[in-house]
């Protein structure tokens, strides 16, 4: 089968940047997207919900950027509600997640409104781990390395929620000594958190891929950008493990955007 596509090029942008000039293409179709996962997995229907919830179209994008199928173990360090895992899920993926909040991991809205029900709304196979986790503070024992066949998240950059760190201002301003929680508290313990920028988060995102995926693992997230002139911001987050292989732009706005990256471990972490 061949098709005939041209631009739309009425100018019905939304308030978003002009689009493209007129263009045609002619071509061979090769494969098509499965459209009807859309309303299946759209949010308006899912129990449980968050501010940050993944849109199931960008969630089932973002897996398909990762190579997600059938058996991989896919993790994502920002959990929250499970949207981006409910994707891998779809695919086969055996999932794992985390998340500092330890009320959106453990909580939800009541235990048949959690994180869980999600994927059992769904028919899904089960993350095999929930963990309450920092991203600053891996909880990995060391010496385990490549482990996970993707990592795929959102990471907090401070629009509709900023990241968070352990610690608390005054632990960190050394106004405090470090402290150990009593056993007979630890069961509705909260602790203190502290703000996490983005370019410490991404730093420790990236350095926690170079050693948990496996070689040839993919790591796939959002990074917002500033648009200057309606042209995008070109520097991208590097790291000596991984090659970029796709970045892809969503506007948001006349002034910002945000890039799916798709990076590629090609070589092996070293503490060097």
Known sequence: MFWLMETDDHGANNG???????????????????????PTYQLKSRMYLGPTAMDAEMALLMANQA?????????????GTGSI?????HFGAITMGADIDIRVIRDGRGP???????????G?????????????????????TEVFDAIVCDPPYGVRAGGRKSGGRKLLKGAVAPY????????????????????????????LAAKMLVMGGRIVY??????????????FPEHPCFKL???SEQILSTRYSRVLLTMVKPSRFSVN
């Open 85 to 89: 895992l409910v994707a891998a899920a």
């Open 16 to 38: 978003l940047p002009p689009i493209v000039q007129r263009r045609i293409f002619f071509g061979r179709e090769v494969g098509g997207a499965d459209r009807k996962l859309i």
């Open 222 to 235: 959002f990074f917002p950008v500033l648009r200057d002139d309606d042209t995008l911001e070109t520097q």
């Open 124 to 144: 899904l196979p089960m993350p095999i781990g929930l963990l309450r986790a920092d991203n600053n503070l891996p909880p990995w024992r060391p010496g385990l």
């Open 112 to 122: 048949n409104c959690n994180i869980w029900s999600n994927f059992k709304q769904y």
């Open 180 to 207: 150990s929680v009593p056993d007979d508290k630890r069961t509705d313990h909260i602790p203190s958190t502290a703000p996490y920028s983005l370019v410490e988060c991404v730093h420790d995102l990236l350095d």
């Open 67 to 79: 190579l997600v199928t059938q058996g991989k173990l896919i993790y994502d360090p920002f959990v």
């Open 245 to 247: 292989v796709a970045a």
